[in-house]
């Protein structure tokens, strides 16, 4: 399934196939959800069913799966919060889903387990296979819920949902604004943490919580070492979270951004996109670039060839790149889509004038 990618973009999914006889060549397969916004698609390789996030605006967030890989797709009864609930830090507006971040499946030895993060910052989880979802109360009734926030949205969300490839039961989720939360327990119990971030925007930076991950992942080949494209930088940790290392990049452009990817054979490798700032979300100098770090952020490398270096105004969303092997992807706000075979040494436009695009994942 390398030879695939879900694109989620704001008048619909689009799914593209590699073919040729080098295996460069990506071109549209098939177009679903027309004219709708659709903020994530993921393939379950576990039961092979694409998943998908649909932003209706006055419905809110919705949810539809396909078997048969995108043949016919059904709708399943969203995630939704119990009566009455309301929503932190001022619990006063009514608790409601108005937006689905990401769908995360489940560890390999639980089969019908999946996870969806959503706006007001909730984290549901199924255990039928996205039948029906449940609110997992431990984490949206912690008692440091009263410092979560919404910063570029009205209220707080869970956009990073990440499961241990060696232990299901180790989850971390981030909560933006709230900062990072893990159990070891399936969701039974949470812990923040956040030390070693920096939140500038906070009366005490340093605080516990009220920090804002923009995506949080952990390296495929050691999962014990976390990364996050930060609000306030470019973070890492070698522990599980219990000790955070700013590893942005002094007097240059890695430091702010939204978007992260991580190579799987080398836990140093990982890839940003970076912005000036969360003022002016434009790229560095409006020259559209990837930073690639191969030593665990202790230096980057500044990649460029083959993107507009004059007037791009192109942002790159939180999941709009992915990395698998050589190969690395990412989607703009502008609607163009860009590729890389040798792991962003060089790049090449495979098509203009998309949507606005929300999530990039290989299948």
């Not at 609930?85 to 990401?102: E, K, Q």
């Not at 700013?246 to 990982?270: C, H, K, Q, T, Y």
Request: include cysteine.
């Amino acid at each position: 399934m390398r030879d695939k990618l879900l694109v989620g973009t704001r008048k619909g999914l689009l799914i593209l196939n590699r073919n040729g006889a080098a295996r460069t060549e990506w071109a549209i397969e098939s177009a679903h959800f027309e004219g709708i916004p659709v903020p994530y698609a993921v393939h379950d390789p576990r039961s092979d069913t694409l998943w998908v996030s649909l932003d209706h605006g006055h419905w809110g967030g919705k949810l539809h799966r396909s078997r048969d890989l995108g043949a016919s797709w059904e709708e399943v009864e969203a995630p939704k919060y119990p009566e009455g609930d309301t929503v932190p830090p001022d619990f006063t507006a009514p608790a409601a889903t108005s937006y689905i971040w990401l769908i995360e499946p489940g560890g390999a030895d639980e089969p019908n387990r999946l996870y969806v993060g959503t706006e007001p910052g909730g984290l549901f989880v199924s255990n039928d296979g996205g039948d029906s979802f449940q609110l997992m109360e431990t984490l949206w009734y912690h008692p440091t819920n009263k410092h979560w926030f919404g910063a570029g949205r009205d209220h707080p969300g869970c956009c990073s949902i990440v499961v241990d490839p060696r232990d299901s039961r180790h989850l971390i989720a981030g909560i933006s604004v709230g900062g990072v939360y893990v159990s070891h327990d399936a969701g039974e119990t949470w812990e923040a943490r956040n030390r070693g971030l920096y939140a500038d925007y906070l009366p005490d930076p340093h605080h516990d919580y009220g920090h804002d991950p923009h995506i949080i992942l952990a390296s495929p080949s050691n999962p014990d070492v976390l990364w996050q494209q930060n609000h306030c930088g470019i973070y890492r940790s070698e522990n599980g979270g219990l000790q955070w290392q700013d590893i942005s990049e002094n007097d240059g452009p890695a430091g702010f951004g939204f978007a992260l990817a991580l190579d799987a054979e080398d836990e140093r490798v990982a890839w940003v996109a970076p912005a000036v700032s969360a003022e002016y979300r434009v790229p560095v100098d409006r020259a559209l670039r990837i930073c690639r770090t191969e030593d665990g952020g202790r230096t980057w490398q500044d990649l460029r060839q083959g993107l507009p270096q004059k007037n791009a105004y192109d942002l790159i969303f939180r999941h709009a790149m992915d990395a698998r092997g050589d190969s690395l992807v990412f989607g703009t706000t502008a609607g163009n889509f860009y590729v890389s075979d040798d792991r962003g040494d060089h790049w090449r436009c495979l098509a203009h004038n998309l949507a606005v695009i929300y999530s990039v994942r290989f299948m």
